[in-house]
């Protein structure tokens, strides 16, 4: 993907905003304009009211100032207000795009973190609508009050004008000072928080063989070095935060002590030395506002880069013409397929055809491909080279979404998401609560879902951890079968099951094969293969024989056994490649 173009998401997201920043830009003129209420008002108190002693005089300008500050807080309330609504047109536009985008990027380089884009469109939303954005509106109208500094005194006029450029100049000196250890400090927390989410998610695995020390140890490592880059950037903004705070005490302080001077030698009034010191001091407010925001617009920026990265790395998802119902005709064509983020082949040139409402068998040993072949079949994994086709057109002709709609997919890692196991087998689409008891009858999960404390409304939690290894796995096959698929691939779906959940299975495949869906079954054990029309073994990520099951079964269980091509069950079924 260009670089324009994995940009347009974002640039479009940002010009969505456009109009309402526009009108916030504008209503920051005015908004500036009325700060001179103030120091207009103190000018005529001391110049006229005190001189003149007239009360009408004080009242009258009174009710002018109390109107003009209403007119004021009613446009802070109005731009406030703007920002907001542009904020959540801007989430509208580019969070389901970078969501799934997250999805694509996940699929293609795992482990990556893409993840973190979705708090980085949050801390982008948030930077654009609060007041580091005010900030930015206001910096433009800064001018006026220079020129106002200049017209009550040339040195009043200066001053700001120096007092402006030094306060930014730390803030630029607080960037470079601070950026880099900034940024070492967000991958070392992002590495730190991967290793606690990983020792999270195997906690069994860490309580029973005592790894939690040396995780733990692990873990603090790289927590310290967070600690010891934040330390470091935080001492030097630190000192530069202070030298800040000093140039504008100072020169505070200096307006009043000059003015005083320039009253004494009667070259402005006493009106003039308050109004100067009130002016300046809104000159300054803005760019004050822009250093004490500027880390969030660092963020922002990190933000903005890593999003746009993801896109890049993501790729773009182009519309597709939405082809009928696949029949479930297979075909793989000098398929070769590597893990995403390698290009180490798993699968070499793999070659077969299935016709529809075949039931296939993949068999073979640990590492063989069988997994990654279910992953291509489905689209899971791209190619390095090759074709998957389903009814003659390729994968990458068919639109994912509509395409999902026809697939039934039980991975080999069974995993649920947080909801009820109605909406789990429903995939969370407005389901029909009668397809969703027929399709977990057909499953042979029907009882076992019965028996769980609220049945089909029975949540099941974060990965489904509440229920045992084979309910979920039976679960997860009444899912792949829901929405009556035309192509079923189940990668060792009896991998947790007992004899009767094995019986129901097979009886589920047998319904699918009544049905006429193209069912592929990856597995290790043969009982599973009683319905098997053909049978393809796999070894070193390439075929070694494919046929009618009852001719290889015959090979592989006669007189002549090829025991290498069918371990044991638990041999290695959990194996990423096989």
């Known amino acids: 993907m260009s670089s324009d173009g994995s940009a347009s998401l974002l640039t479009n997201g940002v010009r969505s905003m456009r109009p309402m920043l526009v009108t916030a830009v504008i209503f920051s003129f005015f908004i500036n304009v009325l700060l001179f209420v103030s120091p207009l008002y103190m000018l005529q108190i001391y110049d006229r009211v ?9 009242v009258g300008i009174t009710l002018v100032a109390a109107f003009a500050l209403a007119v004021y807080a009613m446009l802070e309330m109005l ?26 990027g996940t699929l293609r380089r795992p482990g990556a973190g893409h993840d973190a884009a979705l708090r980085d469109v949050d801390t982008l939303r948030e930077f654009l609508t609060g007041s580091g954005l005010l900030a930015f509106c206001d910096v433009p109208w800064t001018p006026i009050f220079l020129l106002a500094c200049f017209a009550l005194h040339p040195w009043f006029g200066w001053m700001a004008l120096t007092g402006g450029a030094v306060i930014l100049g730390l803030t630029l000196v607080n960037e470079v000072a601070t950026r880099h250890r900034l940024e070492a400090a967000n991958l070392a927390s992002g590495a730190a928080g991967r290793q606690a989410r990983a020792s999270l998610r195997n906690g069994e695995v860490v309580r029973a063989m005592g790894m939690l020390g040396a995780l733990r140890e692990l873990w603090r490592a790289r927590h310290d070095e967070v600690l010891l880059h934040q330390a470091l950037a935080s001492d030097r903004a630190g000192l530069i935060v202070a030298a800040t705070k000093f140039v504008r005490m100072f020169l505070q302080t200096m307006v009043l002590g000059v003015g005083a001077y320039l009253a004494i030698h009667r070259e402005i009034t006493a009106g003039s030395m308050i109004a100067a010191s009130i002016i300046i001091g809104r000159a300054l407010a803005p760019i004050e506002l822009v250093v004490a925001n500027w880390k969030g617009f660092t963020a922002a920026r990190a933000s903005y880069r890593r999003l746009r990265g993801l896109v890049e790395a993501a790729g773009p998802e182009p519309r597709r013409v939405v082809l009928p119902r696949p029949q479930g005709r297979i075909e793989a064509e000098a398929v070769s397929v590597a893990a995403p983020g390698s290009t180490l082949p798993i699968l070499r040139d793999v070659t077969f055809r299935i016709e529809p409402g075949s039931v296939v068998g993949v068999i073979g040993p640990s590492a063989a491909g069988k997994s990654t072949l279910a992953r291509a079949l489905t689209g899971v994994w791209p190619l390095l080279s090759g074709a998957v086709r389903i009814d003659g057109s390729e994968l990458g002709h068919w639109d994912p979404q509509a395409l999902g709609r026809h697939i039934g997919y039980l991975p080999q890692d069974v995993e649920l998401f947080d909801g009820t196991v109605a909406e789990n087998i429903a995939r969370f689409e407005a389901g029909d609560e009668a397809a969703i008891i027929a399709v977990a009858q057909r499953a042979g999960c029907h009882g076992l879902i019965q028996t769980l404390p609220d049945g089909y409304n029975t949540r099941v939690g974060p990965g489904g951890h509440g229920l045992s290894g084979g309910q979920r796995q039976r679960i997860a096959l009444a899912r792949a079968l829901y929405g009556d698929p035309s192509l079923v691939v189940l990668d060792e779906p009896n991998a947790s099951l007992d004899q009767a959940g094995e019986a129901a299975l097979t009886q589920a495949v047998s319904a699918l094969k009544e ?22 073994v796999m070894s070193g990520g390439a075929v070694q024989a494919y046929g009618p099951a009852e001719q290889v079964l015959g090979q592989i269980v006669g007189p002549r056994p090829v025991p290498s091509l069918v371990p044991a069950a638990g041999d290695g079924h959990r194996a990423a490649a096989g």
Request: no cysteine; glycine share 6%; hydrophobic share 45%.
């Open 50 to 58: 005190l001189a003149s002693r007239n009360e009408t005089t004080l």
């Open 79 to 104: 731009r406030s207000r703007i920002l907001v609504r542009a904020g959540m047109v801007f989430d509208r536009r580019i969070a389901g795009p970078v969501f799934d985008a997250v999805h694509r």
């Open 515 to 536: 049905r006429g869906t193209t069912v592929v079954i990856v597995t290790h054990k043969m009982s599973i293969l009683s319905e098997a029309d053909q049978v393809l």
